[in-house]
């Protein structure tokens, strides 16, 4: 067992305002299973980035492990998988055996990589991580690419692995494997053993704690306030209504009196406000979306199924959605759910096998999947330039973008921000129904909270397609699972 020291280690980017650390000092013990989370800016890619040398900042870092970091980007996509996974220096034994335990057969160890799906790969990469015994794995969000069933497989492979940091905002996935929990919080670390369930226990009863702290210092530090001003205004008034130098004599070392005591309240009142906890606190999402009532039935399938090549994409489907219905559509990548929307939205002209209904209104508040393309090609500038965008800069703050994140050019803003920005055009007008693919991605957890809030108490009509299992418990009121057609091209089972 060995340990990773961080002694007093800060960090600034240039022209920044606020250091992204200040003085950090902690143990990480190698064996454990560490879950890093908070929320999009606090550094969590900058962390590792400064364990694995990549930054350099204030401080020390000890360690005596090799580290590596998911996603690599300089893989050869041309390249074997095989040869991707020995090129670290493995053996072609031990590239199949890990291969193996993260659920991918001896057929894919000739396949070319970037013949593989986003998920397929992203198993690789994990999987090249642990083949060198001696490494420790620095894994910065692995979820974007992986289905509900990836995140399944990856979760239980990495339950049995020791010695790793995994940075994730899905709470349902970190809790498959993580034993301790490490949150970068906007002016603290909290390093706590257990799963996410047991570090949101253990900061809500802090965070509340700290709350009643703050409410009595607060308390007190008014009362302070009205007593200095009380005794200024009665000095100040002796002061005026004096009329011979005996009084005023009496005036001024009233006043003087009352300012040494007002400069004694104002360090008490400083020493108060010092004591205040800073609570991490989460705002409450306002938004224009509509509240809308059930019965009008929109869209009904009776075994159904999406085309493409003349081949069904799923089994056949049956269902009804009404409005003020929360529909999940559920299912492994690629097996049709966004070519589903696209061609009930009016998007693509898909044949397809049963019957449709589509009744949508024309009123859409729509999030694609590939949200970046609206935010970098010139989309989202041209929008800001047609509309108020002061309810997209409010909820993009409420959802944790810094003011001067906001101020920033959209070609800095992080994968996180951009996302943010998308969710806010979507919840800044009064739709009549929202579409969202993937709206988790790239969130952190608190934003994913705000979302689940929002949709719980406004309960608009929805149609929703992610794999975040804690989410869609929370925010749908029916699903549908979509799943794949066998390779004949026929229904089986």
């Given at each position: 067992?060995?340990t ?5 280690l ?12 200040d ?22 890619t ?12 204030q401080?020390i ?7 590596n ?28 055996m890990e ?9 894919y160890?000739?396949?070319v990589?970037?013949?593989?799906s ?13 083949v060198?015994?001696n490494?420790?794995p620095?894994?910065?969000?692995p ?15 990495l339950?049995?692995k020791?010695?790793f ?21 906007r ?6 053993a ?20 703050n409410?009595?210092l ?13 005794q ?15 009084s005023r004599?009496i005036a ?17 009142i400083?020493?108060?406000?010092g ?21 009008q ?5 009776r ?6 090549a ?26 049709g759910?966004?070519?589903l ?13 049963g019957?449709?209904?589509n009744?949508l ?6 999030l694609?999947q590939q949200?970046?393309d ?18 997209v ?20 803003w ?15 007008e ?10 988790t ?23 929703l ?14 699903e ?5 057609v ?8």
């Amino acid at each position: 067992m060995s340990t990773i020291q961080i002694d007093q280690l800060t960090f600034r980017y240039p022209g920044a305002d606020m250091p992204v650390f200040d003085k950090l000092s902690l143990n990480i013990d190698t064996n454990w299973r560490l879950g890093l989370i908070g929320r999009n800016g606090r550094g969590k890619t900058t962390f590792m980035n400064l364990l694995r040398g990549r930054l350099s900042g204030q401080g020390i870092i000890k360690n005596s492990v090799t580290f590596n970091y998911f996603p690599d980007s300089h893989i050869d996509g041309d390249q074997t998988v095989m040869s991707v996974m020995t090129e670290t220096g493995a053996e072609e034994w031990q590239a199949s055996m890990e291969l193996d335990r993260i659920g991918l057969d001896e057929t894919y160890e000739q396949r070319v990589f970037e013949t593989l799906s986003g998920g397929e790969q992203t198993r690789v990469l994990l999987a090249r991580g642990f083949v060198n015994e001696n490494d420790f794995p620095l894994i910065d969000e692995p979820t974007n690419h992986l289905d509900i069933e990836g995140r399944e497989a990856v979760g239980a492979y990495l339950k049995q692995k020791q010695g790793f940091i995994c940075v994730s905002h899905d709470e349902s996935f970190l809790n498959l494997f993580v034993d301790h929990v490490m949150s970068l919080n906007r002016s603290s670390v909290d390093l706590v053993a257990g799963n996410v369930d047991a570090w949101q226990t253990d900061k809500s009863r802090r965070d509340n704690a700290a709350e009643t702290q703050n409410e009595h210092l607060r308390h007190r530090i008014k009362q302070l306030s009205s007593r200095a001003n009380i005794q200024r205004d009665w000095a100040e008034k002796r002061e005026r209504e004096s009329n011979d130098s005996a009084s005023r004599r009496i005036a001024k070392k009233l006043m003087r009196r009352a300012k040494v005591f007002e400069q004694r309240t104002d360090t008490a009142i400083e020493q108060r406000k010092g004591l205040l906890n800073d609570v991490d606190q989460v705002d409450k999402l306002r938004t224009n979306v509509q509240q809308t009532g059930g019965g009008q039935l929109l869209v009904s399938f009776r075994d159904f199924s999406v085309k493409r090549a003349d081949r069904p994409l799923f089994k056949p489907i049956s269902l009804d959605f009404h409005r003020g219905d929360r529909l999940a559509i559920i299912g492994p990548n690629g097996v049709g759910k966004t070519s589903l929307i696209s061609l009930i939205r009016g998007r693509e002209s898909l044949n397809y096998d049963g019957y449709l209904m589509n009744a949508l209104p024309k009123d859409i508040g729509y999030l694609s999947q590939q949200f970046t393309d609206f935010i970098t090609d010139g989309s989202f500038d041209t929008w800001r330039d047609h509309h108020d965008a002061t309810t997209v800069w409010n909820l993009m703050h409420q959802l944790g973008v810094s003011r001067p994140r906001l101020k920033a050019p959209t070609s800095e803003w992080s994968m996180g921000e951009m996302k943010k920005a998308a969710l806010a055009v979507s919840l800044s007008e009064p739709h009549e129904i929202l579409i969202w693919d993937e709206p988790t991605n790239y969130l952190d957890i608190d934003a994913r909270q705000q979302l689940r809030t929002l949709l719980q108490q406004v309960q608009p009509t929805m149609i929703l397609i992610d794999h975040d299992r804690h989410f869609i418990a929370e925010t749908s009121t029916q699903e549908v699972i979509l799943k794949k057609v066998e390779n004949d091209g026929n229904f089986h089972g």
